[in-house]
C-alpha cells in the first residue's frame, strides 16, 4: 500500500535500489516506538565456552593451547606455581625485586643490554611479575619469530641472569617507591587497611627500607633452584601458531629438562583480628578518604555467588548500589562511593568499601555506610535489586572471553588454582539461583560491624570527636 502510494505521490521516479532502501527504511520508520526501555525485546543471549586444548608434555609442563588467526600473533604466559607467600618478614619487598630483576637481569648468554636490544629488534613485548602464589612472564611477538620468542622464555625459566647492577637499580626504585608512599591518601589506606587486616603476614607487610636492604642475588637464584622445574610450569599460548610445529619448538628447548622434586610452599594460616578498630592517619588534606574492611572467602567456599550479588547491592554495582546512591545520589557527602569482595584462591580476600567525603562529612558518611550494611543484614533486598544484579553479573560474564589470550590464560590459572572442572559452565546458573534469603544470609555472616577496620585518612581535626559514637577503638598513625 504504502509502495503504491508512494509511486502515485511520486509518478516519474525510477525504481532503484536507493530508492528501495530509503523506502525501507521510511516503512520501518512507521513502526509504532517502545514508550520506555523496559518494552524493549531482545533474543536470549546464547553463548557457548570457548574451548581449550591441554595436554602434558613427557616432563610434566601444562600446555593449553588456542589458535586464532586473526592477527598474525602470538602471545604466551608462562606460569611458576611458586611465589612469595613465604618470604621471611624481614625481606619484604622479594616479590617485587625478583619479577622486576627477572625480568631485566638478563638470561642465558645475552646480558640485560643484548636481551633488551634483541626483544627491540623482535617487536616483542616481555613482561614479569610476581604474586604470592605464582611468578609469570608474558611475551607477545609476531607469529613468524615464535621460535625466538620461544627460546627467550627458555633462558628466563631455566637460565635467567639476575645481573647484579639490574637488581641494584630496581633497589633504587623500590627506595623512591617507599620515599613517596605517604604522597597518596589511597595508597596509604591500602597500606593500613592490608596491614589490619592480615596482622604478622604476608598479605599485611609492607616494605621498608631495611627488607628492600636484605634482599640478595643470593636469594633469587636459590629461588630459582627451588622451585623452577618443568614439573611446577605452567604455559599459555594463544594466536596466530600452528600446533605440530608449536609442540616441536617445545620439545627443542625445553625436551632436555627433567623433572625435579619441588618442595611444597608453606602458607602461613591467617590470623583474624578479635576486634575492630580505626585508624586515623592525618594529612593536612581538604577531604578524607575512608576506607572499612574485613576478611571475605575464598574459592572454595560456595557462597561466593550471593556474596557476589550482594556486593553488587552494597557498592559493587555503581549507580545501581545502595551507597552510591545513598552516599553520593541522595546525601551529596561523596562523588564516589564503592565496594568489593575479592574471592581469595588460597587464603580468604578482603572485604572493601570506602568513599572519599569533606573533612565535615567524615561522621555522616561513615554512618550512613554502615546503616546501609545494618539494613542489608536485618532486611530482605528488594526484588528489582535482586534481579537487577544478578543479570548484570550474569551478562557481564561473556565480557571475560572476548580476548583470546584471556580465555586461554584463565582456564590454565583455574587449573593450577584447582576450581571445579565445571565453575565457568555452572558460573551463571549459581548467581541466578541466588535467592533475596540467600544475599541477607551471607549479609549476616560477612558484614560485623564489631570487626571492621576502618582506616581514616584526612584533616582528623575536623572529626576526631565524632568517632567516639561508633565504640571502636581509635588508633592515631605516625606516618613518618
Not at 531482545?42 to 589458535?67: R, S
Not at 603476614?201 to 628492600?212: D, F, I, N, Q
Not at 574492611?293 to 550482594?310: F, N
Amino acid at each position: 500500500m504504502i509502495f503504491s502510494r508512494c509511486l502515485r505521490v511520486f509518478p516519474s521516479c525510477i525504481v532503484t535500489p536507493v530508492f528501495l532502501v530509503a523506502l525501507v527504511f521510511l516503512v520501518s520508520c512507521t513502526a509504532p516506538l517502545p514508550e520506555s526501555p523496559d518494552q524493549l525485546h531482545y533474543p536470549a543471549l546464547d553463548f557457548q565456552l570457548p574451548e581449550v586444548e591441554t595436554l602434558v608434555l613427557d616432563n610434566g609442563i601444562h600446555l593449553y593451547l588456542k589458535e586464532d588467526n586473526e592477527l598474525p600473533l602470538v602471545q604466551m604466559t608462562a606460569m611458576i606455581g611458586s611465589g612469595g607467600i613465604s618470604t621471611p618478614a624481614n625481606k619484604i619487598g622479594f616479590t617485587r625485586l625478583f619479577g622486576s630483576t627477572w625480568r631485566t637481569g638478563g638470561a642465558g648468554d645475552r646480558t640485560p643490554e643484548e636481551l633488551d636490544e634483541y626483544l627491540d629488534q623482535l617487536a616483542a613485548d616481555l613482561s614479569a611479575s610476581m604474586g604470592p602464589y605464582t611468578a609469570q612472564l608474558d611475551i607477545s611477538l609476531r607469529t613468524e619469530d615464535l621460535q625466538k620468542g620461544v627460546a627467550v622464555l627458555g633462558d628466563l625459566l631455566r637460565r635467567p641472569g639476575f645481573a647484579s647492577e639490574r637488581l641494584e637499580l630496581e633497589r633504587l626504585q623500590a627506595q623512591e617507591h617507599l620515599r613517596r608512599q605517604n604522597d597518596s591518601p589511597g595508597a596509604i589506606s591500602r597500606r593500613l587497611i592490608m596491614a589490619a587486616l592480615y596482622p604478622d603476614h604476608y598479605l599485611g607487610y609492607s616494605p621498608t627500607k631495611e627488607t628492600l636492604s636484605a634482599v640478595t642475588r643470593q636469594d633469587m637464584v636459590d629461588f630459582h633452584q627451588r622451585y623452577f622445574a618443568p614439573n611446577n610450569l605452567w604455559i599459555a599460548v594463544s594466536g596466530d601458531f600452528d600446533r605440530e610445529n608449536l609442540l616441536q619448538v617445545f620439545e627443542q628447548t625445553f625436551g632436555d629438562w627433567g623433572r625435579q622434586e619441588v618442595p611444597e610452599q608453606q602458607i602461613p594460616p591467617i590470623v583474624q583480628p578479635e576486634s575492630g578498630s580505626i585508624q586515623v592517619a592525618t594529612k593536612d588534606l581538604s577531604q578524607t578518604t575512608i576506607v572499612i574492611g574485613d576478611l571475605g572467602l575464598t574459592k572454595d567456599h560456595p557462597d561466593q555467588y550471593a556474596v557476589r550479588v550482594l556486593n553488587y547491592i552494597l557498592g559493587g554495582g555503581g549507580f545501581n548500589s545502595r551507597m552510591m546512591r545513598e552516599i553520593r545520589s541522595n546525601r551529596g557527602l561523596a562523588y564516589s562511593a564503592y565496594s568489593y569482595f575479592q574471592v581469595g584462591r588460597r587464603l580468604p580476600g578482603p572485604f572493601i568499601a570506602g568513599t572519599e567525603t569533606k573533612n565535615v562529612s567524615v561522621i555522616p558518611a561513615l554512618s550512613l555506610t554502615r546503616e546501609i550494611m545494618v539494613d542489608l543484614r536485618n532486611n530482605l533486598v528488594t526484588d528489582e535489586e535482586l534481579q537487577l544484579a544478578k543479570e548484570s553479573q550474569i551478562n557481564s560474564f561473556v565480557f571475560g572471553f572476548e580476548n583470546t589470550h584471556s580465555v586461554v590464560n584463565r582456564q590454565m590459572t583455574m587449573a593450577f588454582y584447582d576450581y571445579p572442572q565445571d565453575y565457568l559452565a555452572r558460573y551463571r546458573d549459581r548467581i541466578a539461583a541466588v535467592t533475596a534469603a540467600d544475599v541477607q544470609r551471607v549479609a549476616r555472616e560477612f558484614i560485623d560491624l564489631s570487626r571492621q577496620q576502618i582506616v581514616l585518612v584526612g584533616n582528623s581535626k575536623e572529626f576526631r570527636k565524632g568517632l567516639a559514637e561508633f565504640g571502636l577503638p581509635v588508633v592515631d598513625v605516625n606516618l613518618d
